[in-house]
């Protein structure tokens, strides 16, 4: 399986989010939100270009989420899947129309060789989602979840993504790092901690720790604020996990970094 699916996430923060998933039967993005120059420069070492990218998977129309959007006027047959109200929201930003697919919030629908359940998610957006990638067959089949940009994980979530091999989840902010910030605005940092803000590392950390059952044997942790959180202080807040009796391994990623390669070889 590992050499026939790949998996880079390209970059994650509230700076830009997007990741490249391949399979034998297509080359997709998850989220789009860098722009053009960037994405392709991230892109590089993946050996892809954004030409040769088959779609994009939307979870939600925030500008870290999208912003590359503009950059498909030159691709145009890049099929860009999100629910109608995110599309809605997101084309209003466009002075193209890009080739939208449709799918409705909660279902499950295919792509080539890969199959798709998308699943309502708490945030400030209009119709804000996570996915479920699910590829390969029968005992090869692998499945992948991209969760990021909730308030709180609801119980529907935590079924949805309970039984994935591969979870890329929000670790957002440091509580007491967020707090003594003086660039954010109280609102702000209100938005943020809210129940369609942002997890918190103590949340996601929760999640991990008390989900029974789960299928996960690697887990990385994405969409880390760069002032209100910090990658060491994330990996020592999760490292005690992994000594629990969890079969997964974590991998944080660096908000700073360019994109990491998911290697799922050893899965
Ligand atoms: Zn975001
Ligand atoms: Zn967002």
């Not at 910030?181 to 996601?204: E, F, M, T, V, Y």
Request: overall charge neutral; aromatic content about 8%.
């Amino acid at each position: 399986m590992g050499a026939e699916v790949t998996f880079h996430i390209l970059g994650s923060s509230s700076g830009g989010n997007c990741a490249l998933l391949t399979t034998p039967g297509c080359r997709v993005l998850i989220d789009i939100g860098f722009p053009a120059r960037r994405l392709n420069d991230l892109l590089k070492p993946t050996g892809l270009r954004l030409a040769e990218v088959d779609a994009v998977f939307i979870t939600h129309e925030h500008s870290d989420h999208t912003c590359g959007l503009a950059s498909l006027a030159r691709h145009p047959h890049v099929h860009v899947f999100a629910n109608r109200e995110t599309a809605r929201v997101a084309q209003t930003r466009l002075r193209f129309r890009p080739q939208w697919n449709f799918f409705e919030t909660g279902s499950t629908f295919s792509f080539r060789d890969l199959e798709i359940t998308s699943f309502s998610v708490p945030h400030d957006a209009s119709d804000p989602v996570g996915f479920v990638f699910s590829m390969g067959v029968a005992a090869e089949r692998l499945r992948l979840a991209w969760c990021t940009d909730l308030g709180y994980v609801p119980e529907l979530v935590r079924e949805r993504i309970r039984g994935v091999d591969v979870l890329v989840l929000e670790s957002n902010y440091d509580p007491d790092m967020l707090d003594r910030d003086h660039r954010r605005p109280w609102a702000l940092k209100q938005r943020i901690k809210s129940r369609h803000g942002h997890l918190s590392n103590h949340a996601a950390h929760e999640l991990l720790r008390t989900t029974e059952n789960a299928a996960w044997r690697r887990v990385y942790l994405a969409h880390l604020s760069r002032e209100c959180n910090d990658v060491q202080l994330v990996r020592d807040t999760f490292a005690a996990l992994g000594k629990n009796g969890h079969r997964f391994a974590i991998e944080v990623v660096d908000p700073a970094a360019a994109g990491i390669t998911c290697g799922l070889d050893a899965l």
